[in-house]
């Protein structure tokens, strides 16, 4: 059955910093994976998505990165600021029936 | 623009009420689903739907039951609201082929059961 990790689950950083979220899958038969940003109380907001065959995509200042192989993705934010603070959640699509997988999510806030 | 709404963002019920969550997408989307939210259990597929009046259990059906009778609309209903049943209920849509599997997501409805 495959299970989505997320580490860590909370991290605090000074605005400006570049940071990295780590997403890890148990099994690498994934059609692709999501980002998704998820602010207090909202729903979900679809940030990237990376298709099985793709080793990487980029967003303004986000950039995603898939190693299929490994069962890793990371997504990195370059020079943050206060409004990136929210939670952060990773997806695998796979499976019979092609639904999504959810990590627990990464709790941002980027202090001023 | 791509949009999913969903009928309410805040309810309150009373225990063995019946419970109606609507949500309608306009992406034209084959598939739709619903989840649930609680802190620490992270997101869980209740049910979805790939086709109209069609409908498959995902990994906590029970106490629920889904009704599409239209293709952009996927309703959950709660038959007999229960405490436990009080969380963050979170629609989506996807298309269907190819590489179109990038999943919408609806603003949330928080239920309250009391």
């Known amino acids: 059955k495959q299970e989505v990790t997320q580490i860590p689950a909370a991290l605090s950083v000074p605005e400006g910093e570049n940071l990295v979220l780590n997403c890890s899958f148990t099994?690498?038969?994934?059609?692709?994976l999501q980002w998704f940003r998820q602010d207090p109380g909202k729903g979900l907001t679809s940030l990237l998505l990376?298709?099985?065959?793709?080793r990487e995509q980029t967003s303004g200042r986000l950039n995603a990165s898939l190693d299929k192989s490994s069962g890793r993705s990371t997504l990195y934010i370059a020079a943050s600021q206060p409004g990136d603070s929210a939670t952060y959640l990773c997806?695998?699509?796979?499976?019979?029936?092609?639904?999504?997988?959810f990590g627990k999510g990464t709790k941002l806030s980027v202090k001023p | 623009d791509v949009k999913v709404t969903q009928s309410s963002r805040y309810l309150v019920k009373r225990t063995g009420e019946k419970v109606f969550l609507e949500c309608v997408q306009d992406?034209?989307?084959?598939?739709m689903f619903w989840y649930r939210q609680d802190p620490g259990l992270g997101l869980r597929l209740i049910y979805f739907?790939?086709?109209?009046?069609?409908?498959e259990k995902g990994d906590i059906p029970e106490g629920y039951s889904v009704s599409r009778e239209k293709k952009e609309r996927f309703s959950l209903i709660l038959e007999s609201a229960s405490t436990n049943q009080t969380s963050m209920y979170l629609c989506?849509?996807?298309?269907?082929?190819?590489?179109?599997?990038?999943?919408?997501f609806g603003p949330g409805t928080r239920l309250t059961v009391t």
């Open positions: 989506a849509s996807r298309g269907q082929g190819g590489g179109n599997y990038e999943q919408y």
């Open positions: 099994d690498s038969a994934i059609y692709n």
């Open positions: 990376i298709q099985s065959s793709q």
């Open positions: 997806a695998v699509t796979g499976g019979s029936q092609g639904n999504l997988i």
């Open positions: 992406m034209d989307h084959e598939n």
């Open positions: 739907s790939y086709d109209v009046k069609m409908k």
